[in-house]
């Protein structure tokens, strides 16, 4: 009787831990969908900003930064950046994928006076982290059918990030709260020809 009662109480334990872990990893989860979500709008929380010269916002990409081209990152400039900023963050996502949000693009420890990425190039001193394909590379849009939104995002942060390459979206993302000084999000469109 006794022997049961204790083997009822350490299953009961692992329980309570493991149901505390899974609430845990889901609060975190969507931590990290209530940042990446808070961007989709384009709008920037103070100065920081994102544009190209080659797509404007809300209007499709040029075939040439696809799968359908050259597949090359576009060129981007980013201007007003926080006072205190100690780097900055890209994340190029498709939020249409059909298997969930697609990662084209993560990039972090952009130094905090880079106001241009040129196209077809790694900001100096940014470290990648993998896209979806698990490749550490810019990942041209490449939709499999209708026109799907590419979110461009910036985040001015407060410190550097001590992530080794190759981290993912998510990893990156997790450690960003409570850093973020601004972020805003340019959002282009595509759809195969």
Known sequence: ????????????LVL???????????????QQEQIANSLATGNSMGSLLLSSTAFASQAPIPAKYTCQGDEINPPLTI????????????VVDDPDAPAGVWDHWVVWNIPPDTTEIAEGSVPAGGVQGNNSSGKPRYQGPCPPYG??????SVYAISDLLALAPGATKDTVLSTLSGKVLDQYTLIGLYQKQ
């Open 16 to 30: 309570v831990v493991m149901s505390a872990f899974l609430v845990y990893r889901s609060n975190q989860k969507k």
């Open 1 to 12: 009787m006794r022997s049961r009662l204790m083997f009822s109480a350490a299953l009961l």
């Open 147 to 152: 026109t799907h939104r590419y979110r461009f």
């Open 79 to 90: 201007q007003g950046v926080p006072v205190g900023t100690k780097s900055l963050v890209l």
